[in-house]
T-cell receptor
Framework: SQQGEEDPQALSIQEGENATMNCSYKTSINNLQWYRQNSGRGLVHLILIRSNEREKHSGRLRVTLDTSKKSSSLLITASRAADTASYFCATIEANAGGTSYGKLTFGQGTILTVHP | GAVVSQHPSRVICKSGTSVKIECRSLDFQATTMFWYRQFPKQSLMLMATSNEGSKATYEQGVEKDKFLINHASLTLSTLTVTSAHPEDSSFYIC?????????????FGPGTRLTVT
């Protein structure tokens, strides 16, 4: 089941601006991951944040996690036209074992368009 | 980095026929592979978890007799859509976890676009 809600569903910005996407989830998690998908292609892993972490950076990406609110945000700074893609959060449930081990539950995604 | 391939990338088939999609981990061994389905402008829905050497675990609502999954080796899982119908047209994506299992990261294939006419 899809437990993640993402907002906005679509975001349109100009090159150079920052883009912020939010994700909420329902269960306790082990970690939360963000993925990027170019149109009609597979997913690329961007960043993983563990449940005991609050913030993580990778290049122009900044991810925050608030487990009390069950929410996360992805910030892309100084956006480029090449950042145009769909962005998904995905969670690994805490204490998931057996056949649920390692199973990702995806959010609905945000379609980001960066205009040159 | 870890690479996962899928074959074919696109397939068009007639209603009632069966289609096999392959998912391969190219430079690592994967005890677990996952199969997802994605409709246009929607998110990924997990269909099943495929474990090498054992039966796949299907998500609720996914027909195991329609979507046959085989994970015969540590580098290959196949999804066969049997008696395909137009409503099965979708983007099918697989992912694989490195069998050493020290990370939760999954590596995704490029996807297979299935069109049933």
């Amino acid at each position: 089941s899809q437990q993640g809600e993402e907002d906005p569903q679509a975001l349109s910005i100009q090159e150079g601006e920052n883009a912020t996407m939010n994700c909420s989830y329902k269960t306790s998690i082990n970690n939360l991951q963000w993925y990027r998908q170019n149109s009609g292609r597979g997913l690329v892993h961007l960043i993983l944040i563990r449940s005991n972490e609050r913030e993580k950076h990778s290049g122009r990406l900044r991810v925050t996690l608030d487990t009390s609110k069950k929410s996360s945000s992805l910030l892309i700074t100084a956006s480029r036209a090449a950042d145009t893609a769909s962005y998904f959060c995905a969670t690994i449930e805490a204490n998931a074992g057996g056949t649920s081990y390692g199973k990702l539950t995806f959010g609905q995604g945000t379609i980001l368009t960066v205009h040159p | 980095g870890a690479v996962v391939s899928q074959h074919p990338s696109r397939v068009i088939c007639k209603s009632g026929t069966s289609v096999k999609i392959e998912c391969r981990s190219l430079d690592f061994q994967a005890t677990t592979m996952f199969w997802y389905r994605q409709f246009p402008k929607q998110s990924l829905m997990l269909m099943a978890t495929s474990n090498e050497g054992s039966k796949a675990t299907y998500e609720q609502g996914v027909e195991k007799d329609k979507f046959l999954i085989n994970h015969a080796s540590l580098t290959l899982s196949t999804l066969t859509v049997t008696s395909a119908h137009p409503e099965d047209s979708s983007f099918y994506i697989c992912s694989a976890r490195d069998h050493r299992g020290f990370t939760y990261e999954q590596y995704f294939g490029p996807g297979t676009r299935l069109t049933v006419t």
